[in-house]
């Protein structure tokens, strides 16, 4: 199968197409190289005869047409997008200009791309988005594929309004898509404005280690080797016109996440005194802060025969140790505007 990634030198994107070449698909990786991207992140397989790697921005039409007609994918997995909430907040139109009009002129080029093929009914729009779309929950409950769309951010509005394009797509023209929407992802190379590598990140330095509001703010965390196969499946199996919940089955506080890494820090890298649990500090909240995410991923687990691999506790400890042992691609990154300040103030 050849597959056309968008975003494939992000965190996601990266874990998809390494993943996609070791299965023995041809990947096209289509990327605008923005910040937060890294080619570091696909040299795994960057000599691999069944890699390319293509520098486009999804907004500009006639290099998604050229790139289209030239490499002739079967599908199209569509991770391209701006993704943290924080810089949402203090500059929400780059959000919409990328995950809107960038989908929208995605969404056109495809269309004439897979006319042109004939509509081909093996054609398949991956379209990659979200939990976030969803809103918050209370204490208890799960988003399912049919929980109303309820965002709360720039970041989140924007994804919205990229799934409702994606299916008006299908419903208006035909094409036949797909539709994921996922939790929390975390693991190796997450670029280090997250809060899993910020925490662990500023625990080797020495640094407060800095959680929004008292900490209770619960995610379902998902491993993105897991959340790569399950992206893997959804493209070769998944029925046309249908969307997926992808969650990792692993709810944890931003606290009780906190003091997870600083658990497994104090033991494979011992501070001289103290736990690194000391440095924990309790900042301002984010402008409103979502208070819980939790996935149902019962029709992905039914249908498709999926299910998530890797507890927290493990993911974790793996994710610890791939930053232990790659310093030279987290320092490469550290001078990058906005990494290491607090962004998404509201002020």
């Known amino acids: 199968m050849k597959l056309l990634v968008t975003g494939g030198a992000g965190f996601i994107g990266s874990a998809v197409v390494r993943q996609a070449v070791a299965a023995g698909h041809h990947v096209v990786n289509l990327d605008a190289l923005t910040y937060a991207a890294c080619l570091e992140n696909v040299a795994p397989v960057s000599d691999d005869p069944n890699y390319t790697f293509v520098e486009v921005d999804i907004r500009d039409r006639a290099a998604l047409d050229a790139t ?56 398949r729009f991956h379209h990659i988005s979200t939990d976030e779309v969803f809103g918050s929950l209370g204490p208890t409950g799960m988003f399912t594929e049919d929980t109303p769309y309820d965002p709360r951010s720039p970041y989140s509005a924007s994804k919205a309004s990229s799934d409702h394009l994606v299916r008006a797509w299908c419903e208006t023209y035909g094409l036949p898509v797909i539709l994921t929407n996922c939790s929390n992802n975390y693991g190796p190379y997450h670029f280090p404005e997250k809060l899993i590598p910020v925490i662990i990140l500023n625990a080797l330095a020495g640094k407060a280690l ?92 039914t249908e498709l025969g999926w299910s998530p691999s890797v507890t927290v506790e493990d993911g974790l400890r793996r994710t610890v140790h791939w930053y232990l042992e790659n310093e030279a691609w987290w320092r490469a990154l550290q001078d990058r505007s906005g990494v290491g300040q607090r962004l998404g103030t509201g002020t």
């Open 68 to 123: 289209l007609n030239t490499h002739q994918p079967d599908a199209i997995m569509h991770l391209a997008a701006e993704s943290h909430v924080d810089r949402s907040i203090d500059g929400p139109g780059t959000f919409i200009d990328t995950n809107v009009m960038g989908t929208f002129h995605l969404l056109e080029a495809t269309r004439s791309y897979w006319e042109q093929a004939g509509r081909p009914a093996d054609f």
């Open 210 to 301: 800095p959680i929004y509001g008292d900490g209770s703010n619960v995610r379902d965390w998902l491993y993105v080797e897991d959340h790569a196969d399950a992206l893997l499946l959804v493209v070769q199996k998944g029925e046309v016109g249908r969307s997926y919940n992808i969650g990792g089955e692993n709810e944890r506080s931003n606290l009780e996440l906190v003091n997870t890494l600083c658990a497994i820090l104090d033991e494979v890298r011992p501070k001289t005194t103290g736990s690194y649990s000391d440095q924990i500090t309790f900042v301002t909240d984010r402008p409103g802060h979502d208070a819980r995410y939790a996935i149902d991923p019962t029709r992905i687990r």
